[in-house]
């Protein structure tokens, strides 16, 4: 009986943390280091799960149609490392991300950096991609604070 | 007692899925059109709930519009929203469907925006 409720035991909790497991991959799987994105949009969610912290943004193409982007971050920890909380990016803020695109062409990528159009702050969004520099002095190329 | 900590650590792993069936249904991130002939506007909304009363945002941001009112009808899922936005005083009419759905749950109905009417339809983020 023992064995039996053990080997249940076992199974849920190999289910229940299955999900986790698929949700974590290797950058240069899923992205292209080399294709560039620069998404200009809206915040419209915020999921702070783990092994990847994901921001969903509203943004107009060049056709001026609405694309929905989702853009992967670090982990929550890792975020918070840099300085993240909860509250850094809320529904509605506009931000400029920087990052690499899906290799699949979908509207997904990997975010470098997120920066707010409203103050042109940059943060660093713990982007997985080995050969990327956090680096601090960079400028912040194509914003311009908003009155 | 080794078979009832495995138990207990299953039923651990398992809350964070319970937890998440739960929240009123309008409450969120929702994002549309309004539709007026062949004008389109997009439309974003944030809904919130206290204690089972609603409030939020219209276009939520720099130039959100606080929320006059926002009144759900839980017996036909009727949901009234009305604000003053820097377009005209908005009133959304409409009812919400796809409940049991997070990625494509739907508010659907009629909207005026001062003098200006039409339909909307409306995603959850």
Redesign the interface.
């Known amino acids: 009986m023992n064995t039996k409720l053990i080997a249940l035991a076992a199974f849920v909790l190999g289910a229940s943390a299955s999900a986790q497991v698929l949700a974590h991959h290797s950058f240069a799987a899923e992205f292209d280091g080399n294709a560039k994105i620069s998404v200009h949009g809206v915040v419209t969610k915020v999921d702070w799960t783990n092994p990847h912290t994901y921001i969903y943004v509203e943004a107009e193409n060049e056709a001026g149609d609405v694309e929905e982007w989702a853009l992967e971050m670090g982990s929550p920890n890792g975020l918070m490392r840099r300085g993240w909380t909860r509250n850094t990016l809320e529904i509605g803020t506009e931000v400029i991300i920087e990052g690499t695109r899906a290799r699949d062409g979908s509207l997904k990528g990997n975010a470098q950096t997120v920066i707010l159009a409203e103050n042109c702050q940059r943060m660093f969004a713990g982007t997985s991609q080995r050969d990327f520099v956090e680096d601090e002095s960079a400028g912040v190329e194509g914003c311009t604070p908003q009155g | 007692m080794?078979?009832r900590l495995?138990?207990f650590?299953?039923a651990l792993?398992?809350s964070a899925?319970l937890v998440a069936q739960t929240g009123h249904p309008a409450k969120g991130?929702w994002?549309g059109q309004l539709s007026s002939g062949s004008e389109s506007t997009?439309i974003?909304l944030?809904i919130d709930d206290h204690n089972g009363e609603l409030m939020g945002?219209v276009?939520?941001?720099?130039n959100?519009s606080e929320m006059k009112s926002a009144v759900l009808d839980a017996t036909d899922w009727n949901l009234k929203i009305e604000a003053t936005t820097p377009e005209g005083e908005l009133v959304l009419d409409g009812k919400l469907s796809n409940l049991g759905s997070w990625t494509n749950r739907k508010y659907i109905g009629n909207y005026t925006l001062g003098s200006e009417s039409g339909t909307f339809e409306i995603t959850l983020?």
């Open positions: 080794f078979a495995l138990m650590f299953a792993g398992l899925t991130s994002s997009r974003r944030l945002a276009n939520p941001g720099r959100a983020n």
